[in-house]
């Protein structure tokens, strides 16, 4: 099936203008807000102990002399095997009116308790972060963020935090009013619906194209782009909110990346061609992607296959990998001169560039931004569109490779179309000159024999009727008439020896010898050009057309005119008999078919005008090159 | 019969030469080689010299022994009779050359003919005919059977015309022939004008009559020829 390229271009385009409407829509509610949310990430001072040493009365009451230092943001806070504490003390004012909700962006933080301490009164016990239930969560749509009491601005106290990392995550504390909160809420479920839909978009309409074409290109990205999205989304809270309510102890993002990436390997190879252009590099990346694809889900399932302590180290590595991979193979495709390379360098260099912000975000080395918070969702829906628009490009490269294929099919096929008729030909030319050597010969002689003993016979002696001597030499010539006429209808001798006009003229001399048709022949002199092939072509298809006007035209005249013209040699035959509807008997008696098939092998051109009662003209032409 | 004179003879026929006049012969097949051999024996002041069964063989003969005769089949494996005598009368100008073949298709007998044959006999008849088509050649004729004669449908050679004969032609005449020019049936003449098939025919006799063409082919022929003066009038 083929399928207009235009249509599937503009449909992504279409698709990729519709999500970035959709995101500035979203990102522009964001920036509505123009007070909210109040940065507090500098106000907190920052602590080390090693995990479960150090309680929280402890730290309340000082005693265990943690050495609290003032935070200077950006920083990236993460101490492996360390609990992070963060304190912040403060007195009415500190907090901004109305503050009902405080942030700390990212879902990287395993497990985070706070205690608030409000001068002369309780103390306000939360805990959230990845592994709490998702039920008792205090801010629920959230990556992490805890309740404010009502009133704080006015009171003095402590907000202690205890955070458990295992992973770089920089600092930020953001303080959100309920209305604000809640627009800000809103909008990150929006955002993640624009990501989500953006990305079920690429994959329905890839897939369609995948099972359309029967391309396996296509579901090698679908595979991508649902195991990458996936792999996103194990950094958001949507697991715990719909498959670990719990709170997920386990995080699957590496093995899903692992699967992503073995997919993009497996899209890239398929997408360039590689395997047949380079089998080595074909071979290299398909073992890597299939031993990444082991071993993440050796991570996955916790198997002993390498030392847990090396298993993220080797994965991250192979994905790195994988990723520099795609990369290097598209762009040395893309300067080899394919074109449809570009889409995939440019989106690799995407993911990748996205991913580097977000981890430059993670140690700290931006600050916090939004955008920087959901990089990796806007670089993995930024690949999913730029390969959409490699794989609509695609659907031009097979469609162009498709009618290469049928077009050298049906060359083949009118190859061996030709090469048939010239056997059949020469096969005819065989019989004909045999029938006419062998038996109008062996006639001859016969003939020639019994003429020679009528000849030593006195008159009268040879019997006479049906058994008489000159009645059998009679009989004889009957025979070789008969074999001579059959002779030449199974091949026209005279074409090789005095050329198509003759022959042609021949035919018609022959076919309406002993008719009461009258015929004219005005044949101009055939060019030098006209291939072998196409004289006996059109001499077939001649002796065709005459045969039809003997047979069913009933006409009393026949004209036929043969010349050159431009750089073709063109034949009408036409006649006054009865005529047909071209239209209504099709091609399907007359032979017409197979006249038109004929000529159209040899490249000539064939068409028939008649109407019932009006005669029959038959136009046919070879040209000559 | 006799079609025309051979100009110039190069040699003066004689019943009784010092030397027999040399024959090759080919064929391609032995047992027709061995009947014309077998007629030829008793013909006097002739000898077949040479046999050939290819035109190839014919030919490299025909350069070597100079034969004052060649008795050609049309068809032969390789080089076929035609394509023998194109090129034999470059290699031996004096050469007669007489075809013999069981073709009897004008076309062969005017190709023949064109490339300068001075004999061409029908394989049917060569038993009976070859003496006289000898005596013929010898003396300067052309000799064709005579089976050939009642099909002998000339080359249609058109005569010349004198253009003014355009002008003998009455308008109607001129419509109808300029119809013929235009590659249209009488049929279509006849509806074209209006007028009956049976006219058209008369017409046509007419015409031919008045411009002294003879011949069925030489009505298309010559309306073609003068197509754009047809139209112009």
Redesign the interface.
Known sequence: MMINTHICRWVAVLAIALVLVLAGAVAHAQGDETAWPVALGERFEVAWAPYGEVSAEQVFADTADLGFQPLALPSQLTRSGNDLWLRMRFEPGDWPEDARVLEFPGHLYNDVTTWLKVEGGLIHFQRTGRQASFSGRPVRHADVAINLPEGLSSQSGMLLVRMWVGVPVPFAAKAWSEPAWQRHAFNQRAWMGVFLGGVLVLLVYNLFFGLVLRDRAYFYYVGYLAALTVSVLSYTSLPEEYLFTGGSRRVFTLPLASVAVFFAVMFVNAFLDIRRRQPLAWQLSTAVAVLLLVFGAALALRLPLIPTALSGNVVHACLLLGGLYFLVASLLSWFQGRREARFLAQSMLVLLVCLAAYLAYTYALLPYHPLLLHAVEIGALAEGMLLSLALADRVRVINQQREAAERAAMDAQRFYARKLLLAQEADRERFS?AL??TI??GM??L??NL??IAAGLAPGQGGSGPTGLREQIDYC?EI?DDV?GMSHDLHP??LR??GLA?AM??TM?RAFANTDV?????IGPVPEGLSDERQITLYRVTQECVNNVLKHAGA??V?L?AESSGDAYNV?I???GEGFAPERTGDAGLGLAGMRERIRLFGGRFEIHSAPGE?TEVRFGMPLA | MLIERFPAAPYTAGTVSAEPKSILVAD??P??RQ?LKQIIAPLEGLAVVAEAESGDSALAQIRYLKPDYAILD??MPGM?G?KVLEQAHALHPALKVIIVT???????LE?ALDLGAAAYVV??S???NIADCFAAVAAGEIYVSPSMGSRT?LKPTLDPVDAAALDSLTPTERTVLAGVAN?H????IARDMDISYRTVQNHRANIAEKLHLKG??Q???FA?ANRAALESG
Do not use: C, M
Not at chain 1, 518 to 522: H, L
Not at chain 2, 102 to 108: E, G, I, K, R
């Open positions: 000159g006419h050597d109008g010969h001859l002689v003939k020639q003429e020679k010539t070789l001579r001798h005279q020896r005095l003759t003229r021949t001399e009258e015929w004219n022949a005005e009393s005249e004209i005119l009408r036409k006649d006054d005669g | 391609d097949h047992i027709f009947g049309l068809a076929d035609l069981s073709y009897d298709d004008p076309a062969y190709r394989k049917d060569a038993g009976e449908a590659f049936t009488s049929k279509e069925r082919h009505l298309v022929r073609r």
